[in-house]
């Protein structure tokens, strides 16, 4: 089975800190995403990654910027904590051939707040 | 902005009773999918339907859709208390863009 990880379940940061998240997955997938998930907004996309050191925006990077040194690791980067950053924050991988192409595979979240 | 709609926003039905859900999408896909995430973890895939197909099983899962009315269904037939989840549907526009555009999900509540 597919597995991706996500380094915390839930995080606490205060207003101003750098704040790293990191996800890893074990399938040798090309593709990997970042979402943000908000009530009432549903998934939304942050930054991408098609390939290593490869990125591209989503629909909504301000605020964040991303790394992907080995293609396993894809980790999502807020340079300084907002109050408005408190959210889920789901990372995801996909093959790009074979009969999963196109499905996402996703951690299990990381709940961050920032006070 | 958001591609897809689900609807309704919620369900709640009898266990043992069947639970469709609907998706509405505004542009031309490649492909449209099911993913079910319980409270408070990710997604899981359920189902990929393509463009050129117009229905999909999966277990109790059936899929259908409809491209000259951009909507989509999802029915869960004999529903059980563990198919409580929150149920969204995503679209892939086009062929070799991977990105996932998510609907705001239905949340589904099946009760004992």
């Known amino acids: 089975d597919v597995k991706v990880t996500q380094s915390s379940r839930y995080l606490v940061k205060r207003t101003g800190e750098k704040v790293f998240l990191e996800c890893v997955q074990d399938m040798d997938h090309e593709n990997m995403f970042w979402y943000r998930q908000d009530p009432g907004l549903g998934l939304r996309l942050i930054y991408f990654s098609y390939d290593v050191k490869m990125k591209e925006k989503g629909d909504i990077p301000e605020g964040y910027s991303v790394s992907r040194e080995k293609k396993e690791r894809f980790s999502l980067i807020l340079e300084s904590a907002s109050t408005n950053q408190t959210s889920m924050y789901l990372c995801?991988?996909?093959?790009?051939?074979?009969?999963?192409?196109?499905?996402?595979?996703f951690g299990p979240g990381t709940r961050l707040t920032v006070l | 902005s958001q591609q897809g709609e689900e609807d309704p926003q919620a369900l709640s039905i009898q266990e043992g009773e069947n639970a469709t859900m609907n998706c509405s999408y505004k542009?031309?896909?490649?492909?449209l999918q099911w993913y079910r995430q319980n409270s408070g973890r990710g997604l899981v895939h359920l189902i990929l339907i393509r463009s050129n197909e117009r229905e999909k099983h999966s277990g109790r899962l059936r899929v259908t859709l409809d491209t000259s009315k951009k909507s989509s269904s999802l029915l869960i037939t004999a529903s059980r208390a563990a198919d409580t989840a929150s149920y969204f549907c995503a679209t892939v526009l086009n062929f070799g863009n991977e990105k996932l555009t998510f609907g705001t999900g239905t949340r589904l509540t099946i009760i004992p």
């Open positions: 542009t031309s896909i490649n492909n």
């Open positions: 995801a991988s996909s093959p790009i051939q074979g009969i999963n192409a196109d499905t996402q595979y």
